[in-house]
């Protein structure tokens, strides 16, 4: 556990005492390597190890196989590595750049980046990005359409949550978005783009529609609960509160980046009701919320404070996510199972 917290540390207290921007950049830079570094190399960590080895190891006509697949993505990734006559170490560093270009195009949009990627770390980046490789490349290419989303470049934030769902499709759920792409969210507007976007989402989604259904619905595999999900989730409630206070500074002072702040704000609001429909579809659900939610959190407590407070103010988001990290570590079998020793190549056993 201590090299979780180490990280964690690193990137809270460096993004509190930073302040000017071109430093920022630089050490923004400096941790999104240091991430691929620390998830890329990673050897047996990770619930989702073994099966992405196994994959990777299958006979190569498996692989071609599948690249007609709905989700292909993974096993272009495959296929690219195993062509060049790499090891399965950098298949995982490939993702891993993949998984944390996402990262450094969106911290590059808020005010305080380190932070938010503290903010993240337990949730996003180990929980997420370290096990479940698919969905957080999804996740990826649907924070790089932030600046599109934020620019009302339609058609671009559109094609990458789209290149997003050949990897994982539940990401097409959020296709609307790009359709309403600068504008705040109504009802009608919501509606509208839905309907827009369905015929795309039902044909990306193909067959797996049927079995997300039978998986998380009717549970037809047997019974599927996830009991982090309600805590994920009121993580996310608590990091978007501070909205209702900022919103009409945000506003005022970032009308472009404002939609989209406030359609994550609902959308975080809305989502409990999944927990009536399943709390694993929550569980995965909130993976796509907590980066927005932090983004949130980030850019409300910016605008609602005095410069001199701020500092002092994300260190409660911090907290927040420590206090999770350090209960997930010490109470959590998954934790002790998947990550506990951290493994790396570089140096076993770490």
């Known amino acids: 556990m201590i090299i979780y917290l180490t990280f964690f540390s690193a990137l809270g207290l460096l993004g509190i005492a930073t302040t000017p921007v071109n430093q920022r950049k630089w050490l923004l830079a400096v941790s999104c390597i240091a991430l691929i570094i620390f998830m890329g190399t990673r050897y047996k960590t990770g619930c989702d190890y073994l099966t992405y080895e196994i994959r990777f190891l299958r006979p ?24 060049l006559g790499l090891s ?31 903010i993240i770390f337990p ?57 309403i792409a600068g504008k705040p969210m109504n009802i009608f507007r919501a509606a509208f783009a839905v309907i827009v976007a369905m015929p795309i989402i039902m044909y990306g989604f193909g067959g797996r529609l049927d079995t997300y259904s039978d998986r998380y619905v009717e549970q037809i595999y047997g019974v599927m609960e996830s009991n982090g ?44 009701s999944l927990i009536f429909v399943s709390t694993v579809a929550l569980h995965r659900f909130v993976f796509y919320l907590f980066p927005f939610a932090a983004l949130i959190s980030v850019q409300s407590l910016d605008v609602i404070l005095p410069e001199n407070q701020r500092k002092l103010a994300v260190v409660l988001p911090i907290m927040l996510s420590l206090t999770y990290l350090v209960g997930w570590f010490l109470t959590s079998s998954h934790a002790d199972r998947c990550f506990v020793p951290y493994q790396t190549v570089i140096q076993p056993l770490f």
């Not at 190569?60 to 062509?83: A, D, K, Y």
């Not at 996003?124 to 934020?150: E, N």
Request: aromatic share 12%.
């Open 123 to 179: 949730i996003v980046t180990i929980q997420l990005g370290m096990s479940g490789i698919r969905q957080a490349i999804a996740l990826s290419f649907l924070m790089v359409s932030l600046p599109a989303l934020v620019s009302r470049k339609r058609l671009m934030a559109a094609i990458l949550i789209i290149i997003g769902g050949l990897f994982h499709n539940s990401v097409l759920v959020f296709l609307p978005l790009a359709i």
């Open 229 to 272: 999900a309600l805590l994920r989730y009121a993580m996310c409630i608590l990091l978007v509160a501070p909205f209702i206070l900022a919103h009409k500074k945000l506003k005022s002072l970032h009308p472009s980046l404002y939609p989209i702040l406030q359609q994550f704000f609902i959308i975080t609001i809305l989502a409990g």
């Open 60 to 83: 190569l006509e498996f692989v071609t196989n599948n690249l007609s697949s709905s989700e292909p993505g993974i096993w272009w990734i495959v296929l690219i590595t195993r062509e």
């Open 88 to 118: 399965y170490l950098w298949h995982n560093i490939l993702a891993t750049m993949l998984i944390v270009w996402g990262y450094f195009v969106f911290a590059s949009r808020t005010t305080m980046p380190l932070v938010f990627l503290a």
